[in-house]
């Protein structure tokens, strides 16, 4: 296929244009660029390769270099093994994983260990996939490697590497009854959760773990308002629903915003806010009736940019 835009997009570290690409055609993170030949050999690498060969600039700086590296990898994870092949003014070829590719920019980068250090973590998670024994044994809390990386707050990428290690892995709870799924929609990304409602079924969204909590009250409990908005959008019974403490999904919610309010940076209340205020009216549309259980923390929604009139008016 050739250099294609996501080759220049990761060359770039355009971290939204190489969103917007991946979201269009996500297998473009898996093609080599070709083409152009040196010296009678192709010219060949992924754009993982693109984006880790970068060099910290005035214009670039280390942590757009390692946002574009984490969403490439994310994209297509097991582009760790691969090597790209390269041609020097002298002739000699020479074939270098994302990991060695970065390891010779890191001289020329300020902080760029940041980017060797991400990929050799994600390494030590693609190697542990390999090995079936240890992704397969659980330890004393009864977790396995997937469950751990989980609340270990892994990457997106390398939570598929150990889910492909591993796929019966979704089916097996934890001593506390979490599923690898009440995890994810606790620490874990929205993909991450997309990827385990897809592998499993719609009815994982209604088991509950030890203590009575459905994946959307664990979705709330970590005010992970991308999964709570996808959970609502799939169809979980669980919005009225109380938890073993008598806690409905929008109690913990709201507890947990109200928690963390004095830790919220100034440029990102108004964000956070957004998210909140959407993701509380998503509640309330979708059951209205939990309001009668919800007088505790009606002021805490009132304080909230108007979300209860906005219920009332939809």
Request: negative net charge.
């Amino acid at each position: 296929m050739g250099y294609t835009p996501l080759h220049k997009a990761a060359s770039s570290v355009n971290t939204s244009i190489i969103k917007l690409i991946l979201t269009h055609d996500p297998s473009l993170a898996e093609v080599q660029s070709g083409g152009e030949e040196w010296f009678g050999h192709d010219l060949l690498d992924l754009p993982l390769h693109e984006a880790c060969g970068k060099n910290v600039s005035r214009n670039i700086k280390t942590v757009d270099i390692l946002s574009a590296v984490q969403v490439l990898f994310d994209a297509y994870p097991e582009g760790l093994f691969a090597k790209s092949v390269s041609v020097d003014w002298g002739g000699e070829v020479s074939r270098h994983t994302p990991l060695e590719t970065a390891s010779r920019a890191v001289p020329r980068n300020e902080n760029g260990n940041a980017i060797t250090r991400f990929l050799e973590d994600q390494l030590d998670y693609a190697r542990m996939a390999k090995d079936h024994e240890e992704i397969a044994t659980p330890d004393n809390k009864g977790r396995l490697a997937l469950h751990k990386a989980l609340f270990d707050g892994a990457t997106h990428g390398s939570i598929k590497l150990l889910l492909k290690g591993h796929p019966s892995a979704l089916q097996v709870a934890d001593n506390s009854g979490k599923l690898p799924l009440h995890l994810a929609c606790e620490y874990g990304s929205v993909d991450t959760v997309k990827l385990f409602v897809d592998s499993s079924s719609n009815e994982v969204l209604d088991i509950q773990d030890g203590s009575n909590n459905y994946p959307l009250h664990l979705a709330c409990l970590g005010s992970n308002y991308e999964v709570v908005q996808f959970l609502l959008r799939r169809g979980t019974s669980a919005v009225s629903i109380q938890n073993g403490d008598g806690k409905q999904p929008i109690h913990l919610l709201c507890e947990a915003e109200t928690d963390k309010e004095d830790d919220v940076n100034e440029e990102d209340e108004s964000v956070e806010e957004t998210d909140y205020v959407e993701t509380v009216f998503m509640l309330l549309k979708a059951s209205p009736e939990i309001v009668s259980s919800f007088s505790p923390l009606i002021d805490t929604v009132l304080r909230s940019g108007g979300v209860w009139k906005r219920a009332r008016t939809s």
